[in-house]
């Protein structure tokens, strides 16, 4: 039985211009700097209207922000059991050939929830967006974090917490929020944060982009912190990455993982290394075989940039 594996997991979105590798370890295992306990989770129902010229066509996922005293995570949980299922396939190949042989990896456009994690610091005031490309994990942050709230007097039950409303601007869009000072959190959903309570409900002022509450459980369960092997980078340089990737993603994810993974990282056989002989990239297809169009997004999430 595998305890312990590092397998990759391809997030890819219709087509491959617009694709991005995950490489996701596991969460129990991973490394990270000064590490603190999780005080809990807060699950989010998202949706999310990319295309203006198509307003039914709503993306919804579950999203899930674990927080603790300093750091806090915001990730999709709806990916994550995505990723598991990626995760195995590709576990399995590399089992069925001895740690020998080609990968090949499907582009499948039906692919749920977004790779996008999200890292604050509390004692910085920094966010930082986890990007992954091959067998490498960067922290991808910039300037101008903080968000001047106005605090409200409009009050409104959520669950079993009494919210108060606050009026923001992140990244070009106003949002409004409900935070609850019941729970004496400074967190929220992916870059909302600063305010004197765990930020349970927001949208932006189109409603295009909603946070619902769904749940709430307090646990000591993981642990949070940034990835001690995560390089640091500028949107930019990442970009600059993520363009050379485009160029030849399959050239791009063999050079990057040879020569640097053990066996038992990828499920081999004990004390194996694994020979990465060539990486497929299939572009599938849509549901019911039929050809999937491009993905339009014309409201993006973040209307500026760093």
Known sequence: MLKKFIVLSLAILPFISKAQIALFSNDKNEKLKDPEPSIGIVYYDFSYVSDTTKPENVSNQTMALSFGKDYSKFYSSTFKTEDSLIKADLTRQITEQNGLGNINLSAR??????????????????????????????????????????????????????????????????????????????????????????????????????????????????QLGLPENGIPATAKEYKDLEKAFKADPSGFLKSSMQGSVSGASFGAPAGGNVQIKSITINKGDGPNGKKSSPKIINFPIDLTED
């Open 109 to 222: 456009s039906s692919i749920k929830g977004t790779p996008d994690v999200f890292l604050i610091d509390l004692k910085s005031e920094k966010i930082f967006e986890v990007k992954r490309i091959g067998m490498k994990s960067y922290l991808v942050s910039g300037d101008n974090n903080t968000i001047n709230w106005d605090i409200q007097d409009s009050t409104k039950k959520i669950g079993d917490y009494t919210c108060q409303k606050a009026v923001g601007l992140s990244k070009g869009r106003n949002y409004i929020v409900w935070f609850s000072t019941d729970l004496p959190y400074s967190y929220g959903p992916r870059r909302l944060f600063g305010l004197p309570g765990l930020i349970l409900e927001a949208y932006d002022e189109t409603n295009r982009i909603v946070y619902h509450f769904k749940s709430l459980e307090m646990t000591t369960s993981g």
